[in-house]
């Protein structure tokens, strides 16, 4: 694995279905948004799903919004993701997508010389050039040349010009479901896409499920 997607952040399976049916509710329902869980929530979570589906009221309703593109009411559902390690080149193809928010390590603060805190800049090494020589010779002359640079003076914002696309950095990414399942529907394997961001997006929807089991299935659908 060429990066690392540290746990997810976010709300709790309940908290978030409560907050799901707030939102949906909000749009067909008399009762103030404030209110719908505490008079309503008995009806969608204690009783079961009346499509033949599994699961509770909550579920078919949810479902039900899906299947229709109702989807403006799952993006208050936020998730967030603390990424090490991603290329920029997968960095570069993960922006183009819209509602995600990004904190990304900045090579103008953060020094990647042999003698800084970092050490020097780590780098990806995509499958296909794990094992070639002349790849990671590659890398050490950019880390050389980078260093040479810093040496003679030249600022780190300029230095970092010489460093390749393979070059690792570290984000926070939040985006809401809505995205996230687009995201996926594009970014997913078996979709044309890169490996790296192939297996970002797998990532993403495993730390999703694991907290979420209920949306499981929308990665699919979407």
């Not at 309940?14 to 939102?23: C, D, H, I, N, V």
């Not at 920029?88 to 928010?101: G, I, K, M, N």
């Not at 904190?103 to 020097?120: C, E, F, L, T």
Request: hydrophobic share 35%; aromatic share 10%.
């Amino acid at each position: 694995m060429a990066f690392e997607l540290l746990q997810y952040v976010g709300p709790g399976v309940q908290e978030s279905q409560g907050l799901a049916l707030t939102a949906i509710r909000t749009c067909y329902s008399a009762n103030k948004p404030s209110e719908i869980v505490a008079k309503e929530g008995k009806k969608y979570f204690h009783n079961e799903a009346t499509d033949g589906e599994k699961g509770a009221e909550v579920d078919r309703l949810i479902r039900h919004i899906m299947r229709s593109k109702h989807t403006s009411t799952i993006e208050h559902l936020s998730y967030t993701f603390a990424i090490e390690g991603l290329s920029r080149s997968a960095l570069a193809q993960l922006t183009r997508h819209r509602f995600f928010s990004f904190s990304v390590q900045s090579q103008r603060y953060v020094k990647m010389g042999s003698d800084d805190r970092s050490g020097g800049f780590d780098y990806v090494a995509p499958p296909s050039l794990s094992k070639s020589e002349s790849y990671h010779n590659a890398m050490r002359r950019s880390q050389a040349v980078y260093d040479e640079l810093r040496r003679s003076s030249v600022l780190a914002e300029d230095a970092r010009f010489i460093l390749p696309n393979a070059t690792a950095t570290n984000l926070v990414m939040t985006g809401n479901l809505r995205a996230i399942l687009d995201f996926y529907s594009k970014r997913q394997e078996g979709k044309g896409a890169q490996w790296e961001i192939a297996e970002l997006a797998e990532r993403v929807r495993r730390e999703v499920v694991m907290v979420d089991p209920w949306v499981d299935p929308f990665f699919d659908e979407m």
